[in-house]
């Protein structure tokens, strides 16, 4: 974040002299409205105070930085949101919550303060690493969120100790329409974007696992058949306004004539796990969203004979909004983990999932009970 001198506020603004320069062959500058200028209500130093407020999450905190008092404080952060007409952060019982519209307007506003900070250092160059934005917003799928993402910002983080990194995870619908809406940078989701605003890098296939308790009846099996596996209560992700691309393959072999015993539906892979805690039944999850389990040795994975399940990650980011330097950094990291892991079959395009099914006669003999 930007850091300054300061008394009782924020001076960024260079001390100007008494006298002006002319304007005859300065370029752009008959092309400032000066009724425009007059109306403007909002000021740098307010701009410095929502950063720093931002940066805390808690009005004391950044008054206390900045050694302004609270209540001053409070009443800039009031005019600041009246002058650009929308809400900007809202108060929670641990502090300060920046809205979607605050963080486009932190992305606005940066910019505008590392202007006027060179500024005061004249022509004197920046490091490379203080050139980068302070403020990355990145979201993901939960598998994703898992592994993947948290290790590549904290590969970021050592680059930039002082960038301000941030981290979302929903469902693939949710986490396009934050990248549409500016209030995340990128994000990795399980299905090509829809809307032709935004870019879908494939990135990588995930694995889906079937997961057990370690006394499980289950879990002493070197190989499981398919049928003896979908006997058993499967906890999924799915359920009311949730598309989830498990129960869709599970769905394909109810078609085939299969019965699938589907336990109980959840909103993500915490409750999947949470469940195979209490002994419900075989989770169905990412392999990565439960990958320190099965290291620690709490889950176990279940080898199924005929059941191959996938699914392929892709970046997503926007079309007509230019990366920041630090993101278009964070994409070449998460291009570098495409690279060491692209290991695709040659499934069509538009087969993100598959079910490679070998049935034996007893299998089939389960299928027709």
Wanted: hydrophobic letters at 40%; one cysteine or more; charged letters at 30%.
């Amino acid at each position: 974040m930007l850091h300054h001198e300061r008394r009782t506020e924020l001076d960024i603004l260079p001390n100007r002299g008494s006298g002006s320069l002319p304007a005859a062959g300065l370029r752009g500058v008959s092309d400032v409205d000066a009724d425009a200028m007059r109306q403007l209500g909002m000021t740098l130093n307010q701009f410095a105070l929502f950063v720093a407020v931002a940066k805390f999450s808690n009005v004391t905190k950044a008054s206390a930085e900045l050694r302004v008092s609270q209540p001053s404080v409070s009443q800039q952060l009031r005019q600041l949101e009246l002058s650009y007409g929308a809400k900007l952060y809202r108060r929670v019982s641990k502090g300060i919550e920046i809205t979607e519209a605050g963080q486009l307007f932190l992305r606005k506003i940066i910019p505008i303060l590392v202007q006027v900070a060179k500024l005061g250092n004249g022509h004197k160059s920046l490091p490379t690493k203080t050139r980068a934005p302070e403020i990355l917003t990145v979201g993901g799928i939960f598998s994703a969120s898992a592994v993947l993402l948290p290790s590549l910002l904290a590969r970021l983080q050592q680059r930039y100790p002082k960038a301000a990194l941030e981290f979302r995870t929903g469902t693939s619908e949710h986490l396009e329409r934050l990248v549409r809406n500016s209030a995340v940078d990128m994000a990795v989701t399980d299905r090509e974007a829809p809307s032709e605003e935004l870019f879908s890098d494939l990135l990588r296939r995930e694995k889906v696992v079937a997961f057990v308790l370690p006394g499980h009846s289950l879990a002493r099996r070197k190989i499981v058949r398919l049928a003896d596996l979908i006997a058993e209560p499967l906890i999924i992700r799915g359920g009311k306004g949730i598309s989830g691309r498990t129960e869709s393959a599970l769905k394909r072999l109810r078609d085939q004539g299969m019965e699938v015993n589907i336990g109980m539906r959840c909103d993500g892979p915490a409750a999947i796990k949470a469940a195979v805690r209490q002994k419900m039944g075989v989770g169905i999850a990412f392999e990565d969203s439960v990958r320190a389990e099965i290291d620690s040795g709490e889950f176990k994975i279940l080898q199924v004979r005929g059941l191959d399940l996938e699914a392929k990650s892709f970046i997503v980011y926007p079309k007509k909004r230019p990366l920041s330097p630090l993101a278009q950094e964070f994409l070449e990291l998460l291009r570098d983990a495409r690279t060491k892991r692209r290991k695709f079959d040659s499934a069509p395009p538009d087969k993100r999932w598959s079910i490679r099914m070998r049935v034996d006669p007893l299998v089939e003999s389960r299928m027709a009970v």
